[in-house]
């Protein structure tokens, strides 16, 4: 029965050769086309590639190869030569006579600091002209006579006839004053004192609360000697302080007592109780002799 199902006439055996055939070579054909396109795809990728890097090579060669600088035909600049004032004539007129831009500005500027061309010859000191160029352009120096000595917006100045200066009256000889009354203007007639040393009496006097002696000038730097005769101190007219009562800053402002002094005197008052005497301060290094003689003519104790 099965052998019926295999059995094939002759000629349906060979369709199914042929079949088979067909569809070898159909499979075969598709097979080497397959083939042949990768190898297409690869042939034209490698070339691609060899594409790119040539162009890519010729681009860096092209950006690293120094390219010469390109340069505009220079126009040439006709030169004229004409008559010219170097003290009067602009830039323009500079260049048209062959000079330098450079050059004219120098000229420009030498005129704007107040240069003034006063004769031909000081045409060549200008910075930047060369021999040949002076040479050149000196035949066509055409300056204007000008009064240099004096400026033509200069207004005459007329001198006013001076007033005499008023006298200073001054004391006599063997005129004296009385050192803690006199003010500045009665200073003022002694000679050799004017505003200024009259204002330095009177400011340091103050300060002082009178003077007990005319020897106390030397204080602010002035010769006894120049004005002991014209000067007089009466005694007894000081300003006294209390050193009882006073306070630090009061104390300190006197001429005579610095701030060590001061506190001293403070604080002893403060712990001792009253003071009687200035001996009182003799064992304290801020005291010294000298000292209690200026000072015992400005203190009281009660």
């Known amino acids: 029965m099965w052998k019926d199902f295999f059995y094939f006439t002759r000629s349906e055996r060979r369709g199914a050769i042929a079949l088979v055939l067909l569809i070898f070579l159909v499979l075969a054909s598709v097979f080497l086309f397959t083939e042949y396109r990768e190898k297409e795809e690869v042939v034209a990728g490698t070339l691609s590639e060899k594409e790119y890097s040539g162009f890519n090579t010729r681009l860096q060669e092209k950006r690293h190869k120094p390219t010469k600088p390109y340069h505009l035909p220079k126009k040439s600049r006709e030169i004229v030569l004409t008559p010219f004032d170097p003290n009067t004539a602009d830039s323009i007129a500079f260049v048209c006579l062959g000079l330098s831009s450079r050059t004219a500005g120098n000229i420009i500027r030498y005129r704007a600091k107040g240069g003034v061309f006063r004769k031909p010859e000081d045409f060549k000191k200008i910075y930047g002209l060369t021999p040949e160029q002076y040479a050149e352009l000196f035949p066509y120096i055409s300056m204007k006579q000008q009064p240099f000595g004096r400026k033509k917006d200069s207004v005459p100045v007329v001198k006013q006839a001076q007033e005499p200066l008023p006298i200073v009256f001054k004391y006599p000889s063997g005129t ?112 010294s002799e000298k000292d209690f003689e200026r000072m015992e003519h400005y203190v009281c104790f009660e």
């Open 176 to 287: 004296v004053v009385d050192l803690n009354h006199a003010d500045t203007a009665e200073f003022k007639k002694i000679p050799g004192i004017g505003s200024g040393i009259s204002k330095a009496i009177a400011g340091y006097r103050k300060k002082l609360g009178g003077f007990y002696s005319v020897s106390q000038l030397e204080d602010i730097h002035l010769s006894t000697a120049q004005f002991a005769e014209w000067l007089h101190v009466e005694p007894g007219n000081t300003i006294r302080i209390n050193l009882n009562k006073v306070r630090i800053e009061r104390l300190r402002a006197h001429p005579y007592f610095n701030f060590y002094q001061a506190k001293v005197i403070v604080e002893y008052r403060k712990k001792k109780g009253v003071l009687t005497s200035l001996k009182q301060m003799a064992l304290y290094e801020e005291f």
